[in-house]
């Protein structure tokens, strides 16, 4: 099982960036996806969510009409498309699913237990 996340990097407040999630060693198109983040010093929050068919999609308040969650089920892969970055985006993000495994760790009542490493995306001028 791997997720290789990608796309982070330094852009300037107003700027975009695509966040990559790629998985492997399993069957993706099964799942529910989150991207989360956690900025510095602080917990875990959700930012967005899409189902198994993209028919359903979540969004953290903050982030609604500034970030699009998408999936390619034929690639594996889930992506967060983020423009008109704020300061307040900073933060390492993870692509997570709970595959009925262990939880590794949880955030407002959700809970994972298959993370990537994390893509850091720091929105600074």
């Known amino acids: 099982v791997q997720l290789m996340e990608s796309g982070g990097g330094l852009v300037q407040p107003g700027g975009s960036l695509r966040l990559s999630c790629a998985a492997s060693g399993f069957t993706f198109s099964r799942y529910y996806w989150t991207w989360v983040r956690q900025a510095p010093g602080k917990g875990l929050e959700r930012v967005a969510r899409?189902?198994?068919?993209?028919?359903?999609?979540w969004y953290l308040e903050s982030v609604k009409g500034r970030f699009t969650i998408s999936r390619d089920n034929a690639k594996n892969t889930v992506y967060l498309q983020m423009n008109s970055l704020e300061s307040g985006d900073t933060a390492l993000y993870y692509c997570v699913t709970n595959r009925g495994g262990r939880a590794v760790a949880c955030t407002s009542g959700y809970c994972f237990d298959t993370r990537g490493q994390g893509t850091l995306v720091t929105v600074s001028s």
């Open positions: 899409i189902s198994t068919d993209s028919t359903y999609i």
